[in-house]
């Protein structure tokens, strides 16, 4: 069993829509949790990071970790066709260091004009 | 852009040739990951530099090693080519120890045969 397990959709959407992404994991010594958005043909990109448990905004996105059910959740409002790309949450321990980064097998969302 | 650059953007090698992948960083950023993403997968933690010193490795067999040299760019070698080390290979770059944004460069696209 996968330390992250994610969704991999493919997720396809109407422009305006509001989308949720979802990622669960096993190990309960994650403390970080992020997301990153990668276009085809290019590297990650950090979206937003949060740490330990509770909720994040920035603009359209809402980042939401709920430690006790090992839970993270991604929310994108008025989604625009910019937004299709594939997103991948990741994860990492306090301890240890290196800012070793596990990461999901990603989401590929298509949002349509 | 992330000012994160990595060469070359293809690759393509055969099974027991051994490979030396580069990668840029921005100026400043004195620490390097080297990640490796198979298709449809979400990023793996091959190894962290940290001022020219290897400080963090995933489950990379010795095959797989590295350099970062004082100029911010750093290096990935890999001997003994398999077919599964078919991937897209991501270095990241941050600034210091305890920042959480790591600048992801394109990737080197390797393909053994």
């Known amino acids: 069993q996968k330390e992250v397990e994610q969704d991999p959709g493919p997720l396809s959407v109407p422009e305006g829509a509001i989308v949720s992404l979802n990622c669960t994991y096993s190990?309960?010594?994650?403390?970080?949790f992020m997301w990153y958005r990668q276009y085809s043909r290019k590297g990650p990109e950090l979206l937003m990071y949060?740490?330990?448990?509770g909720n994040k905004e920035d603009g359209r996105f809402t980042a939401q970790v709920d430690k006790s059910s090992k839970y993270i959740s991604l929310f994108i409002r008025d989604s625009q066709p910019s937004d299709s790309a594939t997103y991948l949450c990741a994860m990492r321990r306090v301890s240890g260091s290196a800012r070793q980064l596990t990461f999901g097998s990603g989401t590929q969302l298509t949002v349509l004009p | 852009e992330t000012g994160v650059t990595q060469s070359p953007t293809h690759l393509i090698k055969t099974r027991g040739q051994q490979v030396t992948l580069r990668c840029s960083s921005q100026?400043?950023?004195?620490?390097v990951s080297w990640y490796q993403q198979a298709l449809g997968q979400g990023p793996q933690f091959i190894f962290q530099?940290?001022?020219?010193?290897?400080?963090g490795r995933g489950n990379f067999p010795p095959r797989f090693s590295g350099l970062q040299f004082p100029n911010y760019s750093s290096e990935l070698n890999v001997n003994a080519l398999e077919l599964d080390d078919s991937a897209l290979y991501l270095c990241?770059?941050?600034?210091?120890?305890?920042?959480?944004?790591?600048?992801f460069g394109p990737g080197t696209r390797l393909l053994v045969l």
């Open positions: 949060t740490y330990s448990s």
């Open positions: 990241a770059s941050r600034s210091e120890q305890g920042q959480e944004t790591q600048y």
């Open positions: 530099y940290y001022r020219e010193e290897e400080n």
């Open positions: 190990n309960s010594a994650f403390q970080y």
């Open positions: 100026s400043g950023h004195n620490t």
